[in-house]
């Protein structure tokens, strides 16, 4: 079966910072490049990162650079997005996604509060 599990999201307080994973399986995970999107209530989904096939390149939003990383392990099927340096306005549910399949996860929720 074709899908995509997040997971590690929680409940951080301003300036933490959290490592979220999303483990692949049902194709070959390192064919293809991935991202990381994600929801706040009640605005659009909004593209946080990207990554290429082979973890050569990367790029991001511009409200998250020089917090967040995206990387990738092909071995493992898995992705991840450390986010540091956390702000109340990251707070939604963070999703991965296949671009070229259309393929999403269910998400994990990432709230950060006082």
């Known amino acids: 079966q074709v899908r995509l599990v997040e997971s590690g999201g929680g409940l951080v307080q301003p300036g933490g910072s959290l490592r979220l994973s999303c483990t692949a399986s049902?194709?070959?995970?390192?064919?293809?490049?991935m991202s990381w999107y994600r929801q706040a209530p009640g605005k659009e989904r909004e593209l946080v990162a990207h990554?290429?096939?082979?973890?050569?390149?990367?790029n991001y939003a511009d409200s998250v650079k020089g917090r967040f990383t995206i990387s990738r392990d092909n071995a493992r099927n898995t992705a991840y997005l450390q986010l540091n340096s956390l702000k109340v306005e990251d707070t939604a549910v963070y999703y991965c996604?296949?671009?070229?399949?259309?393929?999403w996860g269910l998400g994990t929720q990432v709230t950060v509060s006082s």
């Open positions: 996604n296949i671009p070229v399949f259309g393929l």
């Open positions: 049902g194709f070959t995970f390192s064919y293809y490049s």
């Open positions: 990554i290429t096939n082979d973890g050569g390149s990367t």
